[in-house]
């Protein structure tokens, strides 16, 4: 965005008086108001005050730039006025300031940031501050930032005047499973990447709460071409017949400018959203297991809030039975009325975890359509209807594998149906989804799972009575429990990270007994390992860090005991022969820990936050300790001293 598109003829004052710093504000203020960038010109003020307070905004060489962030700014804009006889602006040099811009920015968005960029690179020019200090009238002004702006970005000054106006040249949608991290690390390395190449670009994530920065039909008509940087699925029809890039998450953080050339120079195929996944490029195909990875992953990140809150509410009403010194038979948890109240509650939703992962497998393999099939296959599998039982056998539960399987088979089966239906006469066209689909799907998913269920029932009770047995032979369940606490710490929210934390919280809902509480508590701990230890070193070893490194490194104490592992990503996309091996020795070493101490946990997720629900929970943080001093010491040995 230039400088020129913000800074309107009405917005400059040249030869202006200012008796202070704060009536030069308020005459910058009074441009914006005049030019009509505001709804609120004092609120406007109190931001550009509390950024003043956080340190001077003026930059020396008799030049000050107060901005500020505010949602009484109507859009993005410039004020900037001369003052030939200087303020005293508190400047670092101690020189009065002669030439103030400010910048009016809207709260979704870094366009401030972008502008303040811009104006800094220019400004380090003395003569082009000279002509704009000396300039008599607005036109000048204007022409002067128009001219030094096409000297020192030149590749803007050779597009079309039009182009302009067309909006963002790139557009890019991120998203993760779990919709916390990756998302938004992926959208500000790609926003970064784009500011950095001078390349307009706007980023849609997918995140835990929701699409945010949603592209617009305008937008994607008039964009160059778009990128999808995620491991779940997102919807793809909006950007039929354009280009488009899809890849995973982690290449929008770590390839940002590689996925941004890629669509410049034109090697972006174009997209035909009745091919689905066909936009893929080059080294980035996507393979077969590529694909599989990412429908599981959009069953996952619905199904987790489901795991986490239900189980939170099971295990507060173990807990209150507990403390009431209930028997712990097979009532337990529902011998008080309170208890039963939360227990009724959290198994309602605890009870959707099965269909809804069944349900967004399928869906995210045949769209809409799927949706059914998997919905009902993922509750077949949980009661275990066969054709003698179509009830419901509790022999042939076969749990969370049997709704894996419900989602793909059905999905891939209702797929294969509606190609098969592309033959029908177009005057079925509109009855297609509401009845052939959903019919035909539904005998399809009833008719394999009645089949399934008895075979993956013997295979899902196997493996519960297998995990049972483990439990009592600390020979086994430790080395499980180190196993699955150090995948924690290989990719940190990625495939394997996933793959621990869905093994345990499927062996959670299948079978609630102290074995699987024990492989919970592992899993946990082994995900708040790596942020902590990184923490630690960045607290305790400082010369192995530099100093933006060591300022963000306290977060991860808060995101370590939050379990949110990814607070230790960007560490390990820096130094990743270091730490991501200490992380891994760390948490498989307190995932030992823990199971050698039989510390359990009943809720599938929370951190400190579910304490009440840690069996043994001192010696749980005592393993915790170990494992984070553990990984320091690591790092402390692996990373070398910065100069």
Request: some cysteine; glycine content about 10%.
């Amino acid at each position: 965005m230039r400088i020129t598109d913000l800074l309107k003829k009405q917005g400059i004052s040249l030869g202006v008086a200012a008796s202070d710093k704060s009536d030069a504000i308020d005459k910058l203020v009074s441009l914006h108001e005049k030019c009509g960038n505001l709804s609120d010109a004092k609120a406007y003020k109190e931001g550009i005050l509390k950024r003043e307070e956080m340190g001077t905004t003026a930059i020396g060489m008799e030049v000050a730039i107060p901005h500020a962030k505010s949602e009484a700014v109507k859009a993005p804009a410039l004020t900037a006025i001369t003052v030939p006889d200087g303020v005293d602006y508190d400047s670092p040099d101690g020189a009065p300031c002669k030439l103030i811009f400010m910048i009016a920015a809207t709260l979704d968005g870094d366009v401030h940031l972008e502008v303040l960029a811009r104006l800094m690179q220019m400004l380090m020019h003395e003569d082009f501050t000279a002509k704009l200090k000396a300039a008599k009238t607005e036109e000048e002004f204007l022409k002067a930032i128009d001219d030094q702006e096409a000297k020192q970005f030149p590749e803007e000054a050779a597009a079309p005047a039009e182009d302009k106006k067309d909006g963002y040249r790139i557009l890019a949608v991120t998203a993760c499973p779990t919709g916390i991290a990756h998302t938004y690390m992926a959208a500000e390395a790609l926003a970064k990447a784009g500011d950095e190449m001078g390349v307009t670009i706007k980023v849609e994530t997918n995140g835990s709460g929701g699409a945010k920065n949603v592209l617009t039909a305008q937008e994607i008509a008039n964009c160059d071409g778009i990128i999808i940087a995620a491991d779940k699925s997102v919807e793809t029809a909006r950007f039929d017949g354009k280009p488009v890039i899809s890849t995973k998450v982690a290449d929008g953080i770590h390839k940002p400018e590689a996925l941004i050339n890629k669509v410049l120079n034109g090697e972006a195929p174009i997209f035909h959203s009745d091919k689905k996944a066909e936009a893929d490029t080059g080294s980035d195909d996507e393979s077969f297991g590529r694909k599989l990875y990412k429908h599981l992953m959009n069953g996952v990140s619905h199904m987790l809030p489901f795991v986490v809150a239900g189980g939170i509410f099971i295990a507060i009403a173990f807990l209150i039975d507990a403390a009431c010194g209930a028997p712990q038979d097979g009532n337990f948890g529902s011998a008080t009325p309170v208890a039963a109240w939360f227990k009724s509650i959290g198994g309602v939703a605890f009870g959707f975890m099965l269909p809804i992962l069944a349900g967004f497998i399928a869906m995210s393999i045949a769209d809409r359509p799927g949706l059914l099939v998997g919905f009902v296959g993922g509750s077949l599998a949980s009661l275990g209807s066969t054709f003698a039982a179509p009830g419901g056998d509790d022999t042939s539960i076969s749990g969370f594998l049997g709704a894996l399987l419900a989602g793909f088979i059905a999905g891939w089966l209702l797929k294969m149906l509606e190609k098969a239906c592309d033959h029908l006469p177009h005057a079925l066209e509109g009855i297609k989804p509401v009845l052939i689909y959903p019919l035909a799907g539904l005998g399809i998913v009833g008719v394999m799972m009645c089949a399934v269920n008895p075979i993956m029932g013997i295979i899902n009770t196997g493996m519960t009575n297998g995990v049972t047995a483990m439990a009592a032979n600390p020979a086994l369940i430790v080395p499980l429990c180190a196993l699955l606490a150090g995948m924690m710490a290989i990719d940190m929210g990625g495939p394997f990270n996933k793959a621990a934390y869905v093994t345990a919280a499927g062996l959670l809902a299948n079978s609630p007994n102290n074995a699987t509480y024990m492989i919970m508590a592992a899993v946990m701990i082994g995900g708040m390992v790596p942020p902590i230890a990184i923490a630690l070193s960045t607290t305790f070893f400082k010369s192995r860090w530099t100093p933006e490194e060591r300022k963000n490194g306290p977060v991860n104490y808060i995101m370590g005991l939050s379990f949110i592992t990814e607070g230790a990503i960007p560490y390990a996309a820096g130094h990743p022969l270091q730490v991501i091996p200490s992380c891994i020795v760390g948490s498989a070493c307190a995932g030992a820990l823990s199971a050698l101490f039989g510390c359990t946990l009943m809720a599938p997720h929370g951190g400190i936050f579910v304490l009440p629900t840690i069996g043994n929970p001192l010696m749980y943080f005592l393993a915790l300790a170990v494992g984070a001093v553990l990984g320091m010491l690591m790092l402390a040995i692996l990373m070398k001293k910065k100069a």
